[in-house]
């Protein structure tokens, strides 16, 4: 399992979902309040906020390499907080919205790994800004996304897989720290 497997136009996040359904059969899944958007009824976030120019473009360069729009996945099957997945690993939802309405962590508890998707990011790809982080360039609702992080309260992971960023190694109760500390003093902590 990779960071990329884990891993903000919709290309990053949606990718070849319908493409790889079509052609091979492979079940799509969200969460149920993500539904409409995984459909392209409802539009992503949007905004850039900051922006440093050569992520920027690292950034832009990679949606062109890969497509800036995707199509929309025409069949979803949907899941909601709490509920453990038949998928191998047997991961369990957590819903942490902010990022998005249904944004969900997949927590596999017997590999120690959480997949938080942008709940949390360790590397902002529109400023550069490395180290464990909201994501507020790409949210719908950074409040919400902050308060979320309560979620991950008392949930233990010694691997974390972001959305954008390395994986971080130093457990998700760090991770949330570090994120919670930036966010208060709008400051991102170097990933050192």
């Known amino acids: 399992m990779s960071a990329r497997s884990c891993s903000r136009t919709r290309s990053d996040h949606i990718g070849f979902a319908e493409r790889i359904r079509t052609e091979r059969g492979v079940p799509i899944r969200v969460h149920e ?3 409409l958007r995984a459909k392209g009824r409802v539009p992503g976030p ?7 120019l050569l992520p920027l473009l690292e950034f832009l360069i990679f949606g062109l390499r890969n497509g800036l729009r995707s199509p929309p996945i025409l069949e979803v099957a949907t899941f909601d907080d709490g509920a ?3 998928v191998p690993g047997a991961p369990r ?5 902010g990022h998005t309405e249904g944004s969900a962590a997949l927590h596999f ?9 942008d709940a949390l990011v360790t590397r902002n790809v ?6 464990p982080q909201l994501f507020p360039n790409f949210s719908t609702d950074n409040e919400l996304a902050f308060a979320s992080l309560a ?14 960023g390395a994986p971080w190694d130093r457990g998700l109760a760090e991770a949330v720290r570090l994120t919670r500390e930036s966010w208060r003093t709008g400051t991102t902590t170097p990933a050192g």
């Open 33 to 35: 309040l993500d539904e």
């Open 46 to 52: 949007r905004g850039l906020g900051s922006f440093k």
């Open 84 to 86: 453990t997945l038949d």
């Open 93 to 97: 939802v957590i819903h942490v919205p």
């Open 109 to 117: 508890v017997q590999r120690d790994v959480i997949c938080v998707g």
């Open 126 to 131: 529109i400023n550069g800004a490395e180290g």
């Open 151 to 164: 979620r991950f309260d008392g949930v233990d992971a010694r691997l974390v897989l972001a959305g954008h």
